[in-house]
C-alpha cells in the first residue's frame, strides 16, 4: 500500500428510502473515490446525504444499485459476515455521539475492540495504550466517560479507531459536539491517520471550518456531488462533478 492509491471506489450508488406512499430519493448515482493518505472531506447541508453515502461506502447501508469496491474487495458481494470481518480488521468509525461504554476506562474502550480482533490479553493491552497515548491521553488511560471532557471522549473514539491500525478510517461529523478548539484537536489527529498511518480518511462533516484540513473536499447536494476540489490546487481529476438539481425527486410508489 502506498500513498495516492485508491483505497476505495464507487459507481453509481443509488439508494431511496420510503416514506407512506412515497419514496424519497437520498443518493442519486454517485461516483466515489478516495486515495491512502488523504483526508477527504463529504461536505453538505443536512439531508444531503452525506451519512447515507458513508454508510453505503462501509458496507453498513446496502445501496439499492451500484458498486463499492474497497481495498480490491467488492464489499457488497461479501456475504454478511464477511463483510462483518472485513469492517472489523480494516475500518474505524468516530462518530459524533462518541459510542463509549459508560462503564468502561478509557484503556478498556479501546481493549475490547482488540480482542474481538484476535489479540491476546497482554497484546491488547500495550496497543491500547500506545493508540491513547497517541491522542495524548496517557494520564487519563484509567477514567470513566462520565470523567473525560466531550474533546477526550472523542480522543478516546479515535485510540479506539487507530488501534486497529485501519486502512480505512470513517468519520461521521466527529466534531458537531465540541467547541472550536477541539475540534481542531480532532480533525488535527485525523489528519495524523492519514500522513503517518496511511489510512484513507473520510470525513462527513456541515462545519466549513473544517475545509481547510482537507486533502479533498467534495460538496455534496440533493444526492449528488456538486463539486469535488483539492484546496491546495490540483484538481484530482477523478469522480467527476455530477449534475446540479434543486429540488430533491420523490418517486410515488
Known amino acids: 500500500m502506498s500513498a495516492s492509491e ?21 443518493l442519486k448515482r454517485v ?28 458496507g453498513l447501508l446496502k445501496p439499492d444499485e ?12 461479501l456475504s454478511g459476515g464477511r463483510r462483518d470481518r472485513f469492517r472489523l480488521d480494516h475500518c474505524g468509525f468516530i462518530f459524533q455521539g462518541f459510542n463509549l461504554f459508560p462503564a468502561l476506562t478509557a ?6 475492540i482488540l480482542k474481538y480482533q484476535g489479540y491476546a490479553p497482554g497484546e491488547a493491552r500495550r496497543k491500547a495504550a500506545d493508540a491513547l497515548t497517541e491522542v495524548g491521553l496517557e494520564m487519563r488511560m484509567n477514567m470513566r466517560p462520565s470523567e473525560l471532557s466531550g474533546g477526550e471522549k472523542q480522543r ?3 485510540a479506539r479507531a487507530l488501534a486497529k491500525d ?4 470513517f468519520a461521521d461529523e466527529p466534531t458537531s459536539a465540541l467547541d472550536g478548539e477541539n475540534g481542531q484537536v480532532v480533525i488535527k489527529l485525523l489528519q495524523r491517520a492519514a500522513r503517518q498511518h496511511g489510512a484513507a480518511v473520510i470525513c462527513v462533516t456541515h462545519d466549513p471550518r473544517l475545509e481547510a ?11 449528488r456531488i456538486l463539486s469535488d476540489h483539492r484546496p491546495g490546487g490540483a484538481d484530482p481529476a477523478r469522480a467527476p462533478a455530477q449534475p446540479d438539481h434543486a429540488q430533491a425527486h420523490v418517486v410515488r410508489a
Not at 451500484?66 to 458481494?77: P, R
Not at 484540513?213 to 444526492?223: N, Q, T
Open 6 to 26: 485508491t483505497a476505495i471506489a464507487a459507481h453509481g450508488l443509488y439508494k431511496r428510502f420510503k416514506t407512506g406512499r412515497t419514496h424519497i430519493e437520498v
Open 31 to 58: 461516483d466515489f473515490d478516495a486515495l491512502h493518505g488523504d483526508v477527504t472531506m463529504v461536505m453538505g447541508p443536512s439531508g444531503s446525504g452525506k451519512s447515507t453515502l458513508v454508510a453505503t461506502l462501509s
Open 66 to 77: 451500484g458498486q463499492v469496491t474497497a481495498l480490491s474487495q467488492d464489499i457488497w458481494k
Open 107 to 112: 484503556r478498556q474502550q479501546v481493549e475490547i
Open 156 to 158: 478516546v473514539a479515535i
Open 166 to 169: 485501519p486502512r480505512l478510517l
Open 213 to 223: 484540513y482537507a486533502d479533498r473536499v467534495i460538496h455534496l447536494e440533493d444526492g
